[in-house]
Nanobody, 114 residues
């Protein structure tokens, strides 16, 4: 079992930055992959970025160069640093863990205003 708690969402102007955090209930090195997904109103949930237990990362094309996924093993936390935010980045951002099965956090709202 893995419990995930996200934090760090909020309201920001276009061009600004936010950092999201996802705290896991157990060692993130025991979790195969952790990642961030997002869901905008009326749209399907989509991949933002993932990081595996070895530290390898993968990003959706539209986030490359703007978003960075990282981790702190001592805190069992994965981060998503989001820079140069755009209005179209507005969504609920979810943390996801895969460890034999998929676990989701409750989501955190990110709103980017023009």
């Amino acid at each position: 079992q893995v419990q995930l708690v996200e934090s760090g969402g909020g309201l920001v102007q276009a061009g600004g930055s936010l950092r999201l955090s996802c705290a896991a209930s157990r060692s993130i090195f025991s979790i195969t992959t952790m990642g961030w997904f997002r869901q905008a109103p009326g749209k399907e949930r989509e991949l933002v970025a993932v990081i595996n237990s070895s530290g390898n990362t993968n990003y959706a094309d539209s986030m490359k160069g703007r978003f960075t996924i990282s981790r702190d093993g001592a805190k069992n936390t994965v981060y998503l640093q989001m820079n140069s935010l755009k209005v179209e980045d507005t969504a609920v951002y979810y943390c996801r863990a895969f460890a034999r099965t998929v676990y989701w956090g409750q989501g955190t709202q990110v709103t980017v205003s023009s």
